[in-house]
């Protein structure tokens, strides 16, 4: 699968923006999908995850109860919302995939477990 993350730019702190994840190539429905994020001089961090239906998420400890993954199958699309943007937010947005169904959706917590990762989109907050 092809993943093409967008929807990136400059926003004020406190403000809002939506990231989305277009994905192309045999049934994006069958893969779990994530969204991580890498500031300047940092790690990758775990923003959150998606299961195939949509039904379930899980959020990292620094996004929770301010950003919401959501997807549409029928678009092949994934999307992150984010709401109260703090400038701790800056930093180039992912989203990855994994077509396994051999671990829980907790795990997926863990970058290595995606296989397939789109090329990135900057969010930057401005206080």
């Known amino acids: 699968v092809q993943l093409q993350a967008s929807g990136g730019g400059l926003v004020q702190a406190g403000g809002s923006l939506r990231l989305s994840c277009a994905a192309s190539?045999?049934?994006?429905?069958?893969?779990?999908m994530g969204w991580f994020r890498q500031a300047p001089g940092k790690e990758r961090e775990f923003v959150g995850t998606?299961?195939?239906?949509?039904?379930?998420?899980t959020y990292g400890d620094s996004v929770k109860g301010r950003f919401t993954i959501s997807r549409d199958n029928a678009k092949s699309a994934v999307y992150l919302q984010m709401n109260g943007l703090e400038v701790e937010d800056t930093a180039l947005y992912y989203c990855a995939a994994d077509s396994r169904t051999t671990y829980e959706l907790n795990a997926y917590k863990s970058e290595g477990l995606y296989t397939f990762w789109g090329q990135g989109t900057l969010v930057t907050v401005s206080s």
């Open positions: 190539g045999r049934s994006p429905s069958n893969y779990i």
């Open positions: 998606i299961s195939r239906s949509g039904a379930s998420t």
